[in-house]
């Protein structure tokens, strides 16, 4: 059974950080491009980052372009998300989740498979 665990959200202070992780289990990803999404009350699901099935090529959503870094270990199975100078728009819960296709890295949460349940990343002015 495939499984996506997110863990390390919390609350925080505007300008603060957070680091988030995902730690997948079941079957390895490691062909798979990996993302981030968040989704805060009222809104749609919102793309934040993606990163490569090898992590040399990444893309980001222009609202956290340059404060938020994703990462993978491949040999953890985990996909990271390092963020910082948070605002308080920044507030949502956010998931990862897996490529449905092997070396893609999609923007879109319909082309993505297996999702974690979500952590809440709340910050404060």
């Known amino acids: 059974q495939v499984q996506l665990v997110e863990s390390g959200g919390g609350s925080v202070q505007a300008g603060g950080s957070l680091s988030l992780s995902c730690a997948a289990s079941g079957r390895t990803f490691s062909l798979y491009g990996m993302g981030w999404f968040r989704q805060a009350p009222g809104k749609e699901r919102e793309f934040v980052a993606t990163i490569s099935w090898n992590g040399k090529t990444t893309s980001y959503a222009d609202s956290v372009k340059g404060r938020f870094t994703i990462s993978r270990d491949n040999a953890k199975n985990t996909v990271y998300l390092q963020m910082g100078s948070l605002k308080p728009e920044d507030t949502a819960s956010y998931y990862c989740?897996?490529?449905?296709?092997?070396?893609?890295?999609?923007?879109?949460?319909?082309?993505?498979?297996?999702w974690g349940q979500g952590t809440q990343v709340t910050v404060s002015p």
């Open positions: 989740a897996v490529s449905k296709t092997p070396y893609s890295m999609p923007v879109v949460d319909v082309y993505y498979t297996y």
